[in-house]
């Protein structure tokens, strides 16, 4: 495994490689777990060279002590990446990324960027968009993989490569869940343990929307989901939406062919949570 931290190089390397040879990327900001792992598995399975990053995107963050309280476990990413096989590590710091001028581009993703997360994360998705376009264009894969607990990011990604026509495939991968359930993220390890304890619930909550979801109307599984938070001694629900799976708008009536997700986001103390299922 070879890890490199400067554009030139790793584009050095990339060229190097044979031109028939297919390149996985996994994009990650690091503090690895087992879903990120998940992702670089098939990655390798399905690629001749992988190449993991491991780079905490400033500009993504709209709130600058999420960013401040990020963790940094590079030294333990590291280990974890070596025993999955991963052959390439890209770890830039800010500046090899965006030079002096951190700021994101301006991007139109046909109004996908304006719906859940988009209303609650002030230019999050220019961010996401300016990151991962960059590392495309360092890196050029054949394929990039993404998780599917990021649905929106995943969608909005998608029409980023329709949009610059890009020449990579996009690689959806299913949610890696806990033991309890639990949607497997880098946050978690922030949990109080009385939180911890209480964030199954989400998911339990979403089993039960989709079960209702075939017998009860759009509002009425959103009411359900609502109460069942404002009884909820530790959580805090932000939103719970029921969408269009493509244009991810808000739907009020299920119509015939199409397909929809739930979504969801919770705040288990200062800790925000996300989390969808197909329906």
């Not at 991810?248 to 299920?254: D, G």
């Not at 986001?265 to 925000?272: K, L, N, P, T």
């Amino acid at each position: 495994m070879i890890v490199y931290s400067e554009i030139t190089a790793i584009k050095k390397k990339i060229k190097s490689l044979k031109k028939d040879l297919s390149i996985g990327l996994v994009p990650t900001m690091g503090a690895l777990h087992q879903g990120h792992l998940s992702l670089i598995k098939q990655a390798v399975l399905e690629n001749d060279v992988v190449v993991v990053s491991v780079f905490v995107n400033p500009t993504q963050f709209d709130k600058k002590e999420d960013l401040d309280n990020y963790p940094n476990t590079l030294e333990n990413d590291l280990s974890l990446l070596e025993s999955v096989n991963c052959d390439i590590v890209f770890t830039p710091n800010p500046k090899e990324i965006y030079g002096n001028n951190i700021i994101s581009e301006n991007f139109d993703f046909d109004g996908l960027e304006f719906q859940m997360e988009g209303k609650f994360r002030k230019g999050h998705f220019n961010g996401v968009g300016t990151i991962v376009k960059r590392l495309f264009e360092i890196i050029t894969p054949t394929n990039a993989y993404f998780g599917e607990k990021d649905f929106q990011q995943l969608q909005i990604i998608k029409k980023l490569v329709e949009k610059f026509n890009l020449q990579v495939n996009i690689i959806p991968c299913e949610i890696f869940r806990e033991s309890d359930g639990l949607a497997m993220s880098s946050r978690n390890v922030r949990l109080t343990e009385k939180h911890r304890l209480a964030a199954p619930f989400i998911y339990k909550t979403l089993l039960n929307a989709k079960e209702l979801f075939g017998t009860k109307n759009v509002e009425e599984v959103i009411k359900w989901v609502e109460n069942e938070f404002k009884n909820h001694p530790l959580l805090e629900l932000e939103y719970f939406e029921i969408a269009d799976e493509k244009t991810l708008n808000p739907i009020k009536k299920v119509i015939s062919g199409q397909k929809y997700r739930a979504f969801i986001a919770v705040f288990a103390g200062e800790i925000r949570l996300i989390d969808n299922i197909s329906l």
